[in-house]
């Protein structure tokens, strides 16, 4: 990539060419954006409320309260951040859909947990913020970002991208470390399925989005210290976008397939519709908060 340093910068650039919009407004704008991400944050951290369906709700208070046995503080502000987005979706609360709604989690987990991790302002987060969004933007155009269209590899996938890219830019990584940052997270999400159970974006979705931010902060690590994706990020995309008309519709979001499908999964969703499950389920008791 020869953009320049920052990678941010030539996003802008190119997006005030093709919007007419001034590059301050755009700058105002995903500075209130992070506003909403910390708010759906603070929101989900201080709630045990239950979702909806009552399968989650409670998970990112729980980790971000529970005693830290490894003490590794930045993963469990990762992890906890992104929860609480997806909870806070979960229970129709306000987030910020980065790229989508199932995923919104990962960049705020990623991007905010690392800057207050390191006690970065917001203001630091707008250009990574830009990036992220310029690679979302960049991904769409060769593949699809929805669950229902390629599986959670595109999904999830293209938001620890956009966020790797904007953690490596947060801590000062140069354009092409950006770049192959985003390639390795997407490199390792592909064949990853979407099995929401009962069809509701909750499980595994609230933990998927935990596991894939701390994936993106691992991307961007390994991107800092000068490793490379092997296979170059335009044929990670192909090879993503392949894999994903490849896939089953009963593993794209239609909850036919995978966890959906499994007793406990067929149990939880009869009884979100109200009807009694057919055949022994083995389901286990839901904690409720």
């Not at 970002?145 to 293209?158: K, R």
């Not at 499994?262 to 389901?283: D, I, Q």
Request: with cysteine.
């Amino acid at each position: 990539m020869n953009a320049p340093a920052p990678a941010s910068a030539w996003v802008l650039e190119r997006d005030c060419a093709e919007t007419g919009l001034d590059p301050a407004d755009i700058r105002a704008e995903m500075l209130r954006r992070i506003g909403e991400m910390r708010a759906s944050i603070a929101r989900g951290l201080a709630s045990r409320a239950p979702s909806i369906t009552g399968m989650v709700g409670w998970n990112a208070q729980g980790l971000w309260e529970a005693p830290d046995v490894l003490n590794a503080p930045l993963i469990r502000r990762v992890q906890a951040y992104a929860m609480a987005v997806n909870e806070e979706n979960a229970r129709m609360g306000r987030i910020v859909a980065a790229p989508t709604a199932g995923s919104a989690g990962t960049i705020p987990g990623a991007l905010i947990g690392v800057a207050d991790h390191l006690g970065l302002g917001d203001e630091r987060l707008v250009d990574p913020m830009i990036l992220a969004a310029g690679v979302g933007k960049a991904i769409s155009k060769r593949m699809f970002i929805s669950g229902a269209a390629g599986g959670c590899q595109a999904e999830i996938g293209s938001s620890a991208a956009m966020a790797a890219a904007a953690v490596v830019e947060l801590l000062g990584g140069t354009p092409r470390a950006a770049v192959q940052a985003a390639s390795m997270a997407l490199m390792n999400t592909i064949g990853l399925v979407c099995d929401p159970v009962g069809g509701y974006v909750e499980v595994p979705c609230v933990s998927r989005n935990a596991f894939y931010a701390v994936h993106a902060v691992s991307a961007a690590q390994l991107a800092l210290a000068q490793l490379e994706s092997f296979i170059p990020p335009d044929e990670v995309l192909g090879a993503m976008a392949s894999v994903g008309r490849m896939m089953p519709a009963a593993l794209r979001e239609t909850a036919e397939g995978g966890l959906a499908q499994t007793p406990t999964g067929l149990a939880v969703t009869a009884r979100m519709e109200g009807r009694e499950p057919e055949g022994p389920s083995g389901m286990v008791e839901l904690p409720m908060a």
